[in-house]
């Protein structure tokens, strides 16, 4: 290669021959070259100033939990000290200094920082729930098995999907309606029960027509306690959530949820007749 007619002994060519410009030769022939990339300068790209502090990481088992876990917290910089903090605030260099894994126990909020020659890294964080241990769900009518969020227990994990439902955390049931049946271990005051819901009409994604709570000591005698109706008509197709609330005031075991479906889509909706959908992503009693 030659520029002006002078050998060029670079694989890049830089900004400052560029603007004076010149003719730039590149000699070939039918054979390859093959030390022609040995000779040559090569580029190099090195970030010197503003140096970015990479982000800690937080490593646990899984985002709920019934029993006490140890936390772990690690950076990729080892020279990098890490802060934490537990109460929700924003980590500094007055935090506590991460030196070994955190047991968690409860609900908590985890937050942490890298920081290395007084620059910080930002903040990760991550949120653990602690689930009740005296509650056990029955699934009567089985979700599908492409809308199964994760499992049996995905509706009393504390975690809410979001509207954005292919991301997952929602459980899906067509053509028949959802029947679960909520294990209290004992027969025990129940304030209130509700059952979190989404609708995507579009994507035949309809709120449960009602949503029937029965009550039972036994297991086998229920007793109707409410039935609450969706505020929300079909022809709405804002992607939405809806909380499906009853207030109980009793004292009870079992509790059975009949979430009634849509069924067939009406007559305007491009997909008519076919069945709708209903998806589910958490039960709260409290």
Same mark, same amino acid.
């Given at each position: ?100 894994? +955190?047991? /968690?126990? #409860?609900?908590?909020? &985890? !937050?942490? @920082? ?64 959802? +029947?679960? /049946?909520? #294990?209290?271990?004992? &027969? !025990?005051? @129940? ?66 949820? /009949? ?28």
């Amino acid at each position: 290669m030659n520029l002006d007619k002078k050998v060029y002994s670079k694989l890049f060519i830089n900004y400052d021959d560029i603007t004076k410009g010149g003719d730039f030769e590149v000699f070939t022939g039918r054979l390859a070259n093959k030390i022609f990339t040995q000779d040559p300068e090569k580029p190099v790209s090195k970030i010197t100033d503003n140096l970015i502090i990479s982000n800690p990481y937080i490593i646990a088992p899984a985002k709920s939990f019934k029993q006490p876990f140890s936390l772990e917290i690690k950076d990729q910089d080892t020279d990098a000290k890490t802060y934490y903090t537990l109460d929700g605030s924003a980590p500094t260099a007055s935090s506590t200094p991460y030196t070994q894994p +955190i047991t /968690i126990s #409860d609900n908590i909020t &985890v !937050k942490a @920082i890298a920081i290395k020659e007084g620059k910080s890294s930002f903040v990760d964080e991550a949120s653990f729930i602690k689930l009740r241990n005296d509650i056990k769900l029955t699934i009567l009518n089985k979700y599908l098995p492409n809308y199964a969020a994760k499992g049996d227990e995905s509706l009393i994990d504390g975690q809410h999907g979001t509207t954005n439902w292919r991301l997952g955390n929602w459980q899906g049931y067509q053509g028949k309606d959802f +029947i679960a /049946i909520v #294990d209290m271990s004992a &027969v !025990k005051p @129940i304030k209130q029960i509700s059952v979190s819901t989404l609708q995507d009409s579009r994507a035949w994604i309809v709120f449960p027509k009602y949503v029937q709570f029965w009550t039972s000591n036994d297991g086998k005698t229920y007793k109707l306690a409410t039935t609450v109706n969706t505020k929300v008509d079909i022809k709405d197709t804002n992607v939405q959530t809806q909380e499906f609330t009853a207030p109980l005031n009793t004292n009870a075991r079992y509790i059975k949820l /009949i979430a009634k479906q849509y069924g067939p889509l009406p007559d305007w909706h491009e997909n008519k007749g076919s069945q709708s959908y209903i998806f589910a992503d958490e039960i709260t009693v409290e």
